[in-house]
């Protein structure tokens, strides 16, 4: 890429329909973002309570548990643009909620909490609809540039976002709101100007229990595919340092709603410089090495900001873990992008999300958890110390993905017995 505005790769900006998805994930992300910060510290706010905290995650993981199998066989049946479009109307609806509570002086704890449950809801269907749809917009050889790419908006966004959020709540915290409802709008719309030639619906035959559970044997079926999703549901899980941020920023570290923002936004600093790089110079050999590699290092990045009392060394901590993350999530979306069929895409990446994406809130409600019982300092520290274990564990429980040494087609995997 030639800067953080646009994912210049070879032959990316050709292809219309992407350069759209790209911006609309940058804008639906940079909304999200903000929107989260400006809960999380309203939210410690009124409440003062670590556990209230983790309750956000818990809340956020409750709807894509329950609606895992749906999301997957509608992602499957419907237009995936469609279901985008209407998940991103849903988080300019809790944006604005917001805003009038705000404005008429209502925000409570109670609203929040049925705000972040719309934003679950939504959630759970927009990112794995999201995730199926980018192999449509873009011809396989540039699959795997194009996730890095994908990812770099993600992370572009969750630099700016927190920063931004932090430095306008500063001023004006209403403003937040605000800015989160026009920064949804605009991704609505960039989805509703996508284009895609051929056939973008599957086919609207009403759902069986054998279609819905489809995914769930797919994954079973390929050992390989099964070791990358329960690597990260379970490093995600332990590794919910996220969000505890704003006790870090407000009574260890004590840098206040700007310092907060800082923080949430490091860890995209680390992700999107290593996007960057990985979009020019994708990955091509020792894929299982270097994945076990980094989710090792995410584990000691996050016990070095649990233990850090010193502002910059946490800032530092937290990009090196974004760093780390970004090299796994480019290998493990292509793994998973690239061994599913079109036909199976949307209800492998439900199951994915349910493992991967709402353990992440599991995992924040979990940190919350203990915490609240332990403190905020050893609840990370647990995280970053699972982290190395579970990877450790898993290259012994699956040594066919540490050997994994290029991208290979779907025919190349063979099925578990």
């Known amino acids: 890429m030639t800067d953080t505005a646009m994912p210049a790769t070879d032959g990316l900006l050709q292809q219309r329909p992407f350069v759209l998805f790209w911006l609309a994930r940058l804008f639906a992300t940079m909304g999200y973002q903000m929107l989260a910060l400006l809960i999380g510290w309203k939210i410690y706010e009124l409440t003062g309570s670590a556990l209230d905290l983790g309750m956000v995650g818990l809340i956020q993981f409750v709807p894509a548990v329950i609606l895992t199998l749906l999301i997957g066989h509608t992602a499957d049946r419907y237009d995936r643009r469609l279901i985008v479009r209407i998940a991103q109307s849903i988080y300019a609806l809790a944006a604005a909620l917001i805003t009038a509570a705000m404005l008429t002086g209502i925000l409570s704890r109670g609203l929040l909490f049925a705000v972040v449950f719309m934003i679950g809801c939504a959630r759970a269907f927009e990112l794995p609809t999201g995730h199926s749809l980018v192999p449509a917009l873009v011809p396989t050889r540039l699959l795997p540039r194009a996730v890095a790419a994908w990812t770099s908006a993600n992370q572009v966004a969750v630099i700016c976002g927190p920063a931004l959020g932090g430095l306008v709540y500063a001023v004006r915290p209403v403003t937040v709101a605000i800015l989160c409802v026009a920064f949804f709008v605009c991704s609505v719309t960039l989805v509703s100007l996508i284009r895609i030639k051929g056939n973008v619906v599957a086919g609207r035959e009403p759902p069986t229990f054998k279609s819905v559970l489809a995914g769930f044997d797919y994954i079973r079926r390929r050992r390989r595919l099964l070791g990358v999703i329960t690597l990260d549901l379970f490093v995600v899980l ?36 290593t996007a960057l790089v990985l979009s020019h110079f994708p990955i091509e050999r020792h894929i299982g090495r270097k994945m076990f590699a980094v989710t090792a290092l995410f584990g000691l990045a996050t016990a070095v900001f649990a233990v850090s009392t010193w502002f910059p060394l946490s800032l530092l901590a937290l990009a090196v873990l974004g760093a780390s993350d970004a090299v796994s999530v480019v290998i493990r979306f292509t793994l998973v992008q690239m061994e599913t069929p079109d036909d199976m895409r949307g209800r492998v990446s439900a199951i994915n999300y349910l493992f991967v994406g709402s353990s992440n809130t599991l995992g924040e409600f979990e940190s919350g958890a203990v915490a609240a019982w332990f403190g905020a300092v050893p609840s990370v520290l647990i995280g970053g110390i699972g982290s190395l274990v579970i990877a450790a564990t898993w290259m012994g429980l699956f040594p066919d993905l540490l050997k994994v040494d290029r991208f290979e087609p779907i025919e190349a995997e063979p099925a578990a017995d």
């Open 238 to 273: 332990l590794g919910g340092a996220t969000a505890l941020l704003p006790i870090f920023a407000k009574d260890i570290l004590a840098v206040g709603p700007i310092g907060l923002g800082l923080l949430r936004s490091a860890p995209a600093v680390g992700a999107l410089g």
